[in-house]
């Protein structure tokens, strides 16, 4: 999630730098043989045009605020997340009491920090890529590797739970699942030890459920890619009425040339090329703006910030536990905090 109020234009350029070129040489190509080798032919009427770019302009709102709809799901699954993470903390210091502190305090620890171990699983489990997944510029890609934060495995639970249940855990399809049924056991083992009464475990098994259903749903957003028929046609849409556009801008700026008669208007024209290059990257920008929302789990600039939500519930559980060295929040990378 890109946290500056204002994107940088290093950002912008990574992302644009290839279309802007591009742009200006086929702008300034379509120019040259109209206005130096006289293919007057090339020059089309703009009406047409602009009832093109009115209804790409439509179907490029459309799939953005679908996309968009997509990444706010995904934050509020995740601000679920949050909220039960600390809910779940507090019934197992509230509930876990018995005669003897010592062993109370070993499970509390590890039921607080098995959820911890679950919460990191999950956002490496989302974090993987699919066929569908999007794939960016090298400049682009080549900034979210020196960040380091599309982990390929699920190591991210060894620092929470025990060695044993670790090496379980990589043989297992879902360890995200697998993590929260272990959770399960531990609760009905307190019940059969009478360390917590019937109320309470179905309180606990409540809350696990619940962590079910959110991983669930954000499961649900990751296997089901945006639908192609809107982002593939998005783009051709686009692409179509960026490269009939400069021929209509030449029919504009020509006609205003030659009305005015002056010799240095004669070179009005030649202004196609700019605003042609402007009209085009915005286009093409507000279709890469619903690009990069449609998968709000990939790592990237635009997409829920786990890593930082995660260390933001670790922070607080091992703080119920009255721990002292607490780790620090993530920090933001080149302004993207992940």
């Known amino acids: 999630m890109y946290i500056k109020r204002n994107i940088g234009w290093g950002v912008i350029l990574r992302y644009a730098w290839k279309n802007l070129i591009f742009f200006t040489l086929y702008a300034s190509l379509i120019f040259y043989v109209y206005h130096f080798l006289g293919w007057n032919f090339l020059d089309i009427p703009f009406q047409p045009i602009s009832v093109i770019g009115i209804a790409v302009a439509f179907y490029i709102g459309f799939k953005n605020s679908q996309s968009y709809d997509r990444f706010w799901e995904g934050r509020k699954i995740w601000g679920g997340i949050v909220n039960y993470s600390r809910t779940w903390a507090i019934q197992v210091l509230s509930f876990i009491r018995s005669e003897d502190n010592a062993a109370d305090k070993k499970m509390q620890a590890?039921?607080?920090?098995?959820?911890?171990?679950?919460?990191?699983?999950?956002?490496?489990?989302?974090?993987?890529?699919?066929?569908?997944?999007?794939?960016?510029?090298?400049?682009?890609?080549?900034?979210?590797?020196?960040?380091?934060?599309?982990?390929?495995?699920?190591?991210?639970?060894?620092?929470?739970?025990?060695?044993?249940?670790?090496?379980?855990?990589?043989?297992r399809v879902n360890p995200a699942t697998h993590l929260i049924k272990n959770q399960a056991m531990d609760i009905v083992a307190l019940k059969e030890k009478e360390i917590i009464d019937g109320f309470q475990e179905d309180q606990m098994q409540s809350v696990l459920e619940e962590f079910y259903t959110l991983q669930g749903q954000c499961e649900r957003i990751k296997n089901t890619p945006f639908p192609r028929q809107y982002g593939y046609f998005s783009r051709v849409f686009t692409w179509i009425f960026v490269l009939i556009l400069p021929f209509g801008l030449l029919d504009v700026f020509e006609d205003d040339a030659l009305i005015s008669g002056d010799a240095v208007q004669s070179w009005y024209g030649f202004l196609m090329i700019p605003f042609s290059v402007l009209i085009s990257w915005i286009f093409i920008t507000m279709e890469k703006v619903g690009d990069n929302s449609e998968d709000p789990f990939e790592g990237r600039i635009n997409d829920v910030p786990m890593t930082a939500l995660c260390r933001t519930i670790e922070i607080d559980l091992r703080d119920m536990l009255d721990e002292e060295n607490l780790p620090d929040p993530v920090e933001p990378k080149d302004y993207i905090l992940y």
């Open 110 to 171: 590890q039921l607080i920090y098995r959820h911890i171990g679950w919460i990191n699983a999950l956002r490496v489990q989302l974090r993987q890529p699919r066929p569908w997944s999007l794939k960016e510029d090298k400049l682009v890609e080549r900034m979210f590797d020196k960040h380091g934060e599309r982990n390929p495995s699920c190591n991210e639970a060894f620092n929470y739970i025990n060695k044993r249940e670790f090496i379980d855990l990589k043989k």
